[in-house]
């Protein structure tokens, strides 16, 4: 079974589980642990539609939005304390975005938080909340630590290169250098072995993630003909 057909199968496979998982509606952190794997399965979804086109350039930025969901997915389960923090820093967050609509009314972004109903009403609700939250930051490599996935993080590591201004992975991708000098390749998509390892572990970080919230939730879904499977598709690329 090919990479990207193995990828559409988890897919499928994994939505159609999905009925299996029963949570609390009215705890807040079972709804947040079970949203976030519905936002991994869109970015996988998502990462998959690239897969199948070819334009394997663009994964590494979804593979990154998958890690960092996928850490605070583990992160959330395995501490209790993990929510907090969560929602201490999604208010940080939406109070900096406010402040800066409010100091620059004209920018055409801030329009989007400003037609808000009562802005100050707003703000001082969001710094009231903050106040009652016990007040916390982790870099991102403990936040690794905290969902007991580091390796994870030298992964993250890794596709985070492909985003921000890494001059090596720029060049890797769209520099030649050849006796005459340096040659751009514009919209280059070439596909080697190189260009499928994002999605490999692309793939294995779902499974993994499904596998995490069947257990939380209780479901009994065995996931190890997957992992073989994906064991033996990893051997086939590598070889």
């Known amino acids: 079974m090919k990479l990207v057909e193995f990828e559409m199968f988890c897919l499928k496979l994994l939505s159609e589980k999905t009925k299996l998982i029963c949570y609390d509606c009215v705890d807040s952190k079972q709804a947040t642990i079970a949203a976030l794997y519905c936002r991994i399965l869109e970015q996988f979804n998502s990462c998959l539609v690239l897969g199948e086109q070819e334009l394997f350039s663009s994964i590494p930025i979804l593979g990154r939005a998958m890690c960092e969901s996928y850490m605070d ?27 800066e609509a409010k100091k620059y009314p004209d920018n055409p972004f801030a329009k989007m938080l400003l037609k808000k109903d009562d802005v100050e009403g707003l703000t001082a609700e969001i710094e009231l909340q903050l106040a009652k939250v ?9 936040r690794f630590d905290t969902g007991e996935v580091r390796d994870e993080y030298l992964l993250y590591m890794l596709l985070c290169s492909h985003i921000h201004g890494d001059l090596t992975t720029l060049a890797s991708r769209h520099i030649e250098e050849r006796p005459d000098g340096f040659h751009v390749r514009f919209l280059h998509d070439y596909i080697n072995k190189e260009s499928f390892w994002p999605l490999i572990y692309i ?10 919230i069947h257990t939380y939730f209780n ?14 598709i990893l051997m086939e690329t590598i070889n």
């Open 73 to 99: 997915l583990k992160a959330m389960i395995s501490n209790p304390d993990y929510f907090e923090y969560i929602a201490y820093n999604t208010m940080k967050e939406l109070i900096k975005q406010l402040n």
């Open 134 to 142: 016990k007040k916390t930051s982790k870099k991102m490599s403990d």
């Open 203 to 212: 793939i294995g970080m779902t499974i993994e993630a499904s596998e995490t």
């Open 219 to 232: 479901t009994d879904y065995e996931f190890k003909s997957l992992k073989d499977q994906l064991d033996n």
